[in-house]
């Protein structure tokens, strides 16, 4: 079999780190973890699975999983957050892909999101592709602070398997999660040139979020995931109305 590396950051992911080594174990030959200086069990958890570990402030997720990925000693890497696990499906293709010499550089894979427990199969949220597997050498990550890129030389082809992905367990995540999207969503806005004005305050904090609220929730069908499907039609709202409030501060600084 073709040997495989897996990547992951972590940052006191000490609920959900164990499940994603456990996923992928006696399937790849390595596992390559960044953290982010975590205070809880994180990395206890993660030394009891041998990955090589490193650590790293993080500046962005895209500078961490190129971080990460740049560990790697394996061609071919499979890259999970520390809330996402691989299923076996996945693990199956995964496989045959690695041993395809004919194999395209890099796949998308679906992703199925938990919100609260249920998996969100409406508003936008399945499949909700993400380019997780590829040959190290022919991918690097853009330098976005937010909603990074993987940027790709030659084609991406699609997977059928999934990740899991434990999205928001609780409240506690889904806001804490809101305001580190909006902090990152922030920087990368005033690196644009974006800048606090009564035009931008009504586009982003009134039209676009209201847009948003309608496609998702609406015409996407987020309502009929219940109260979840709701939270994650204002979760997508909220940030978007946080952003521009972090950016107002960075302005006045």
């Known amino acids: 079999m073709v040997p495989v590396s897996l990547a992951v950051i972590s940052h006191n992911s000490e609920k959900t780190l164990k499940e994603v080594f456990e996923s992928v174990q006696g399937f790849v030959s390595e596992m390559v973890l960044v953290d982010d200086h975590s205070t809880d069990s994180t990395l206890d958890i993660a030394k009891k699975f041998s990955p090589r570990i490193f650590t790293q402030k993080l500046v962005s997720c895209a500078a961490q999983k190129q971080y990460a990925l740049d560990q790697c000693a394996n061609e071919w890497v499979f ?6 696990t691989c299923s076996e499906e996945l693990k199956k293709e995964i496989a045959e892909v690695a041993a395809n010499p004919s194999a395209f550089p890099a796949y998308r894979v679906p ?6 427990g249920k998996w969100l199969a409406h508003g936008g949220k399945y499949p909700d592709y993400q380019v997780r597997l590829y040959r190290k050498s022919r991918v690097r990550y853009s330098d976005h602070f937010s909603h990074e890129k993987v940027i790709v030389t030659g084609q991406t082809g699609t997977l059928k398997g999934w990740i899991n992905h434990q999205a928001y367990p609780d409240l506690e995540t889904w806001w804490l999660k809101l305001v580190r999207t909006a902090e990152f969503d922030s920087l990368e806005w005033q690196r644009n040139g974006i800048r606090p004005s009564t035009a931008n305050f009504v586009r982003r904090c009134l039209l676009r979020p209201f847009r948003r609220f309608l496609s998702k929730y609406i015409f996407k069908g987020g309502i009929l995931d219940g109260v979840p499907g709701l939270l994650a039609a204002l979760h997508d709202v909220l940030t978007q ?5 972090l950016l107002s501060q960075k302005s006045e600084s």
């Open 79 to 84: 890259l999970l957050d520390s809330d996402e």
């Open 111 to 116: 992703r199925r999101n938990f919100y609260f």
């Open 241 to 245: 109305i946080l952003t521009y409030h």
